[in-house]
């Protein structure tokens, strides 16, 4: 679906290099590496959001600078971090924003796309909140709100920055379970996180950063390993033993 070849990430200054990633069709991918390694940069730098300081990106085997804006965004979903909103936007609307990326700048959503920003509340089982303030949800509600803003694009991809983010443990529950459903419907994913158990249980492929490189890629059990796991969150093995349920018998 999406492949990194040699790639220099970061803004005024390089935060990664050498990066060769391969980020499988209808799997899903998760990115784990402490703070500051370049996970966001990088899922901001496929999104086109900024620009590659070097290397290549092949979405479905083309070329980044051959996708226009409107082209990326109806071929990769985003689905930032739920943040606490400060407009009070009834939640079809925010839904309908992602159809956005089939809108001319002068055009007003038609009916055929607010039935699909329906659809995808109802794919997610949140159509009940349609009607009700963004600011007045719930943090697994808002999250599920921007996922389902995100189908609206009709992608084939979703990239998710830290999905489970602020979310309690029912909430991180009930978006991972989405999200397998929606592998299992077709999509490709890739999602940041933090919680080592989460890529092992909902994952099919990691990749593990350190210190702005890629240290290993590939199946679950076959990457997630203890010496390494301690190397890029500057752990003990032990410590991770003991605070890991992954390592223990």
């Given at each position: 679906?999406?492949?990194?070849?040699?790639?220099?990430i970061?803004y005024?200054?390089?935060?990664?290099?050498?990066?060769?990633?391969?980020?499988p069709?209808?799997?899903i991918?998760?990115?784990?590496?402490?703070?500051?390694?370049g996970?966001?940069?990088?899922?901001?730098?496929?999104?086109?959001?900024?620009?590659?300081?070097?290397?290549?990106?092949?979405?479905?085997?083309t070329?980044?600078?051959?996708?226009?804006?409107?082209?990326?965004?109806?071929?990769?979903?985003?689905?930032?971090?739920?943040?606490?909103?400060?407009?009070?936007?009834?939640?079809?609307?925010?839904?309908l924003?992602?159809?956005?990326?089939y809108?001319a700048?002068?055009?007003?959503?038609?009916?055929?796309?607010k039935?699909i920003?329906?659809?995808?509340?109802?794919?997610l089982?949140?159509?009940?909140?349609a009607n009700?303030?963004?600011?007045?949800?719930?943090g697994?509600e808002?999250q599920?709100?921007?996922?389902?803003r995100?189908?609206?694009?009709?992608p084939r991809?979703?990239?998710m920055d830290?999905?489970t983010?602020?979310?309690?443990?029912?909430?991180?529950i009930?978006?991972?379970?989405k999200?397998q459903?929606l592998?299992?419907?077709?999509?490709?994913?890739?999602?940041?996180t933090?919680?080592?158990?989460?890529?092992?249980?909902?994952?099919?492929?990691v990749?593990?950063?350190?210190q702005?490189?890629?240290?290993?890629q590939?199946?679950?059990?076959?990457?997630?390993?203890l010496a390494?796991?301690?190397?890029?969150?500057?752990?003990?093995?032990?410590?991770?033993?003991k605070?890991?349920?992954?390592?223990?018998?």
């Amino acid at each position: 679906m999406i492949e990194v070849k040699n790639l220099k990430i970061g803004y005024q200054q390089t935060v990664a290099d050498h990066l060769n990633i391969e980020f499988p069709h209808q799997k899903i991918t998760a990115l784990l590496g402490a703070n500051g390694c370049g996970k966001t940069t990088l899922l901001k730098t496929i999104l086109g959001l900024i620009k590659p300081l070097q290397g290549d990106i092949l979405i479905e085997n083309t070329p980044h600078f051959d996708w226009t804006a409107a082209q990326l965004a109806r071929t990769i979903g985003y689905v930032p971090q739920a943040q606490q909103g400060v407009f009070s936007i009834p939640v079809s609307d925010m839904v309908l924003l992602g159809r956005t990326a089939y809108l001319a700048w002068y055009a007003t959503p038609s009916r055929q796309d607010k039935q699909i920003a329906q659809q995808c509340l109802e794919q997610l089982s949140i159509a009940h909140l349609a009607n009700k303030s963004y600011i007045a949800l719930s943090g697994g509600e808002r999250q599920l709100v921007l996922i389902a803003r995100a189908l609206a694009q009709q992608p084939r991809c979703l990239i998710m920055d830290e999905p489970t983010s602020n979310l309690d443990f029912g909430n991180q529950i009930r978006v991972l379970e989405k999200i397998q459903q929606l592998r299992q419907q077709g999509l490709t994913i890739i999602f940041t996180t933090h919680q080592p158990e989460q890529a092992l249980r909902y994952a099919d492929n990691v990749v593990l950063m350190d210190q702005a490189r890629i240290v290993k890629q590939g199946e679950p059990k076959a990457v997630m390993e203890l010496a390494l796991l301690a190397q890029i969150y500057r752990l003990s093995p032990e410590v991770l033993v003991k605070n890991l349920a992954l390592f223990k018998e």
